[in-house]
């Protein structure tokens, strides 16, 4: 009868790991996932991030954008000005700052971004997001963005 009592907590243990191991990760502290490809901070009401997978299941839309070349192509990606809206910027906040997993950034006026209808965070082909805000400088044009900051 040990025998058995052991060996069923045993498969318990095993099991209640293996269920914890399929679980996503819990948020950190501010609605920021530990494994966070992109994360809206700053002057914001409601610091927030998401795994690649969650952004990707977001409400999406195509933008065409030029580039500096003068070549027209299509880009998919969720708008800025959702992401914003749920981080909840705060009433003093001005300025958006788009940062890139290599440290470039970019800088456009917060309202700029929020009253952009094709202004999105696109998926990139090898993985990540990139800033596409049509008609405005290449310089906020950020590949491999991983935060929104707002000032």
Known sequence: MRIKVTSLFVLFVLLAG?????SSPAPAAGGIPDDAALKVTGSV????GWTEESVKAMDTLTVQSTNKNGEVSDYEGVLISDLLALAQPNADATTVVFVADDGYTGEVPLADVQGCANCIVSF???GGFSTVLPDMSSKVQVKGVIEIQVK
């Open 18 to 22: 293996l269920l914890a191991g399929c």
């Open 45 to 48: 009401a409601n610091p927030i």
């Open 124 to 126: 990139r082909s090898q």
